[in-house]
């Protein structure tokens, strides 16, 4: 059985409230979000106090926390994972620049590759704000920007995970990131 459709059977179990999937579920797809946090703390200030172990455990903690979830598959699961290792990272950055006062951003790049980069000139504060302006005129493009930029998701497993064509992916990722190169500029 592929590890997809493992996941997707412990996630079915887990909705059903056996606890023990959840344990499961970690072993099975623990590396993919470790090194997804991994992938998103590599630019980060060398002395960071946000580890990419930590990171991957608070995700999946505040995942299977949630008691009224549905999950659909483990596209749907790394979707919500997305999401949250954003929320994650925001709330990191807004606690560091309250003590900091405006030090520390983490500076980062809307590119297909989804690389942190460093000199890209863009804070994850603006950039959280300026998804969530862009979820006002697009919800839909806001989520493709949060799945294939902070859960560095494929356009396929985005298009699943959205329910929509892998085309319409393809034309909300364009759009979006044309619209938030614009806005990040100002």
Do not use: C
């Not at 990272?89 to 297909?112: C, F, T, W, Y």
């Amino acid at each position: 059985m592929k590890p997809e459709q493992d996941a997707t059977m412990m996630l079915a179990a887990m909705g059903r409230g056996d606890r023990s999937a959840a344990d499961e579920l970690m072993q099975l797809i623990y590396e993919e979000l470790r090194k997804l946090a991994s992938h998103y703390l590599e630019g980060e200030r060398p002395n960071h106090t946000l580890q990419p172990t930590a990171l991957a455990h608070e995700a999946y903690l505040r995942l299977i926390d949630q008691s009224n979830a549905d999950w659909q598959n483990k596209a749907h699961f790394m979707a919500m994972a997305a999401e949250m290792i954003r929320r994650i990272l925001v709330d990191h950055a807004r606690r560091h620049n309250a003590i900091k006062r405006g030090g520390g951003q983490m500076a980062v790049s809307i590119e297909p590759e989804h690389r942190v980069a460093q000199d890209a000139g863009v804070d994850l504060l603006a950039l959280d704000e300026s998804l969530t302006e862009l979820g006002e005129r697009s919800e839909r493009q806001r989520r493709v920007v949060e799945l294939r930029f902070f859960g560095g998701l494929s356009v396929e497993d985005t298009a699943l995970a959205l329910g929509i064509s892998q085309a319409t992916v393809k034309d909300d990722w364009r759009l979006a990131r044309a619209w938030l190169r614009h806005k990040l500029k100002d």
